[in-house]
């Protein structure tokens, strides 16, 4: 179900919270399908969730969050926990699936950024369980001193994993991981300085662009080819800033940063607008922005929890069983501070609020 919600909308009655209520206009709200079970640690804890698909029943495909004081948490669509991983503050997660291996195997990897030892964490995924096993060896540097952010992509070319981390003074660093008979190798692409406080990215690599999220800026696009990956080249541009402006739908703190990928180049970038408890959906390629949304989840005996104060979101396109036919959106929830976990939203019900159609045209208009 979706509703709309105007500015002088309230938590009491199931709509918007008051930070929401800066938002541009008024605001679709959609409902949740479901929650995860939420974190034993109290305060801010969750904050980065990623999603993994089953390569034969999609309906058994996997959420994983990072629980910022502890490490990671492996739940089902269904919101349950399969698996817990305390190995960590693991602050951001991501998955990349058909990674190249050796002797032309092919392999499934989680990565997340671990505070605590400023290096990325690495999974081997079981491909029939789901499981997640931490890939042995020496550690990853994350190439960062304190290690914040992270998003991960398949380099098309070598079907190599590339992993983005960031720190909270704006560097970034490519790092690349690749699999030979000693284990899981790494070295570095490539490092920048984006400018200030940078947290969420994601990688649209059918257009070659890395999308970073400038906290009290805006989200800037890069080409992806590392030559070309310069604060300064020519190639860099701002998406949207979050000052108030002509055509600027953005609203500080901007976080997470995350892709519906549609077929070939079509899609949508969505961005979480923190202070205001909304997501900005913008046309992949076109960077046009078609409006936002705000998420709620209906508990069982009626009451309302408005999803609040966002970080981390991710989305996939993929059919994952039945229920998900159009794949899902998901974002984590501070819960009012206590209790933190994530919401999961049908895809299609989103597409239905924003009235999206995710071809080839809208992408390149």
């Not at 980065?48 to 058994?60: F, G, S, T």
């Not at 029939?128 to 991960?152: D, H, N, Q, T």
């Amino acid at each position: 179900m979706m509703h709309w919600l105007l500015t002088f909308s309230t938590v009491a009655s199931g709509f918007l919270s008051p930070s929401a209520a800066r938002s541009p206009s008024a605001v679709p709200v959609v409902d949740a399908d479901a929650e995860t079970v939420p974190l034993q640690k109290q305060g801010d804890a969750a904050d980065d969730p990623a999603i993994w698909v089953h390569p034969i029943d999609p309906a058994r495909s996997l959420i994983i969050g990072t629980d910022k004081k502890a490490g990671l948490v492996v739940y089902d669509l269904a919101g349950a926990i399969v698996q817990s991983l305390p190995d960590g503050r693991m602050n951001n997660v991501d998955v990349v699936q058909g990674v190249a291996g050796v002797g032309g195997q092919t392999f499934d990897l989680v990565v997340a950024s671990n505070r605590d030892t400023d290096t990325i964490a690495a999974y081997f995924v079981d491909p029939a369980s789901g499981r997640l096993a931490a890939v042995g060896g020496e550690p990853i540097p994350a190439g960062v001193k304190g290690v914040y952010g992270l998003c991960a992509y398949v380099e098309p070319a070598s079907r190599r994993c590339r992993v983005v981390t960031n720190s909270k003074d704006g560097t970034l660093v490519i790092t690349e991981l690749f699999q030979d008979d000693s284990g899981l190798s790494h070295s570095v692409v490539r490092s920048l300085c984006v400018g200030t406080q940078v947290e969420g990215c994601v990688v649209d690599v059918a257009r070659q662009l890395l999308y970073v999220g400038e906290e009290a800026v805006g989200v800037w696009s890069y080409p992806l080819e590392p030559s070309a990956l310069d604060e300064h080249a020519p190639g860099r541009v701002l998406l949207d800033g979050v000052n108030a402006g002509a055509g600027n739908k953005l609203a500080r703190d901007v976080e997470g940063v995350t892709l519906y990928e549609g077929e070939g180049t079509a899609g949508w970038l969505i961005v979480s607008c923190q202070g205001e408890d909304r997501y900005a959906v913008y046309e992949r390629g076109s960077g046009k922005y078609v409006g936002s949304f705000a998420v709620r989840f209906k508990r069982s005996d009626g009451t309302i929890d408005p999803v609040t104060h966002t970080d981390g979101i991710a989305a996939i396109s993929r059919p994952l069983g039945p229920r998900f036919p159009r794949g899902i959106f998901v974002a984590q929830d501070d819960n009012g501070g206590s209790g933190q976990n994530f919401k999961i939203v049908n895809w299609r019900t989103i597409e239905q609020a924003l009235g999206l159609k995710t071809t080839e045209q809208s992408a390149d208009r």
